[in-house]
């Protein structure tokens, strides 16, 4: 029987290529094609063309396996807490998160019950401040009480407080929704959970004003199909869900002595990975990534970018690749307070090297709180500041005046060309990384053998 699963299995999910000697399955390839060739990628790749790059991604991986960087305890600990993400859900079903919701209902419904319940209100605001003066406060409550005669005589509730209450509600005829104790100040709450059923208030002072009050409705809290939508929100975001999760396994290793909660995670993922591909295939995108980002880190990113020698000699062979098509200004804009400023930004900086003038003229001239200059430092083309375009490039541009800072200058040096490579710094290390990076593939494919089964690359995704 089991020979027979294992045949029908390579059947449904055959070996597409052996990367060192490790199979990789269609399903496995299927998902890394599809996922970086969907609709809208701009560079869509056929599959023919993806398996080099999906070849050289493998690669990368089994070097940084030899690497032993799967080993490292930082690696570890990020690549469990991606794939627990995953299967952690599963430990609980909809009968667990029911269970959680229902007792959330029970536990606020018991709280506002002790509470006295939920009114639900509608009321007439006269605004008047806590700190106005009697006169004031005096005018308000006359509006007020002329209001609540008017209310006591007949006139209809609604359209009073749609006439005259000072608050956001008067639109909605002075509604305020459902209140639980404890919402509101508590003046107004004394006051409304006093009244009954259709019952309305004398003029009522809080520190908005003084208010009158009309009760609508009254009851314990809401039914629980109502606020179910609600709860399971809330169990969802508030971490309510994960503490259940948690309860879930902490109950598994009690169970199971010897056990850790770890081990738990990893035989579920292994378990899950068994009948669910896509799940499988997201765990190992995660892995396989993590170790990408470090390997290319090492032998290419952080490599290429801190190789100050390599760099140079790169551009010194690549010149004219960084050749611009007008000159540029390498130097600074600069606004200052005072006129004597201007000579000493150019003395402070005179004879270093181009990096270490900001922080020359950082600890020079605003090293304390009061900042003298301000400077803006790069390689100008023409366009890039107006300042330099005027002084520099010599153009007609308007430069407004920096509030604080009167007087403009500019110093430096116009450039033909680049003359080092950190005048394109930027250019020359992408282009130094991608060179290492052709030359370390180049190194792997010699020195890890690569089988593909163009039999099997020919039906994905038409099988």
Do not use: C
């Not at 869900?241 to 081990?263: C, N």
């Amino acid at each position: 029987m089991l020979a027979l699963a294992t045949a029908a299995l390579a059947q449904s999910d055959p070996i597409i290529m052996k990367v060192n000697g490790q199979p990789v399955t269609r399903s496995e390839f299927e998902y890394s094609y599809n996922k970086n060739n969907s609709e809208g990628v701009i560079d869509k790749k056929t599959v023919e063309e993806y398996v080099d790059l999906f070849i050289n991604y493998k690669l990368k991986v089994v070097a940084a396996m030899d690497a032993h960087l799967d080993t490292l305890s930082s690696f570890q600990q990020e690549f469990a807490m991606y794939r627990d993400q995953q299967v952690r859900p599963s430990f609980i079903n909809d009968e667990d998160i029911e269970k959680r919701a229902r007792q959330e209902y029970d536990e606020a419904y018991h709280y506002i019950d002790s509470l006295g319940g939920m009114v639900h209100p509608s009321h007439i605001l006269i605004k008047v401040g806590q700190k106005a003066p009697e006169s004031e406060r005096e005018v308000a409550k006359q509006r007020a009480d002329s209001i609540y005669n008017a209310l006591l005589n007949g006139a209809d509730f609604a359209e009073m407080a749609k006439k005259f209450s000072q608050d956001g509600s008067a639109p909605k005829g002075g509604d305020l929704d459902w209140i639980t104790p404890g919402r509101t100040v508590p003046d107004f709450e004394k006051a409304a959970y006093a009244l009954q059923v259709g019952e309305m208030s004398k003029p009522v002072l809080t520190d908005f004003g003084y208010h009158i009050i009309k009760m609508n409705e009254r009851q314990i809290f809401f039914p629980y199909d109502s606020v179910h939508a609600d709860i399971l929100t809330f169990i969802d975001r508030s971490g309510v869900k994960e503490k259940i999760i948690d309860d879930k396994l902490d109950e598994i290793v009690a169970s199971q002595p010897g056990v850790t909660r770890e081990q738990i995670l990893e035989q579920r993922a292994i378990d899950l990975s068994e009948t669910d591909s896509d799940l499988a295939n997201l765990i190992r995108e995660y892995h396989d990534g993590l170790l990408l980002y470090e390997i290319m880190n090492r032998e290419v990113w952080e490599k290429g970018a801190k190789d100050e020698a390599g760099l140079a000699n790169y551009f010194k062979k690549n010149k004219k690749k960084y050749a611009w098509d007008s000159p540029r200004f390498k130097g600074i804009a600069y606004h200052v307070k005072d006129a004597a400023d201007v000579k000493a930004v150019k003395k402070a900086v005179k004879g270093l090297t181009f990096d270490k003038w900001a922080d020359k003229l950082r600890t020079t001239f605003n090293g304390d709180s009061v900042i003298r200059i301000r400077v803006e430092k790069g390689i100008f083309k023409q366009g890039d500041n107006n300042l330099v375009d005027r002084e520099i490039f010599k153009q007609k541009v308007e430069v407004k005046p920096l509030k604080d800072y009167p007087i403009d200058a500019v110093f430096g040096k116009v450039l033909k060309a680049p003359k080092d490579y950190t005048d394109v710094r930027g250019q020359v290390t992408a282009d130094y990384q991608d060179m290492l990076e052709k030359e370390w593939v180049a190194r792997l494919r010699e020195k890890y053998p690569v089988e593909v089964y163009n039999n099997v690359v020919a039906t994905v995704n038409k099988h």
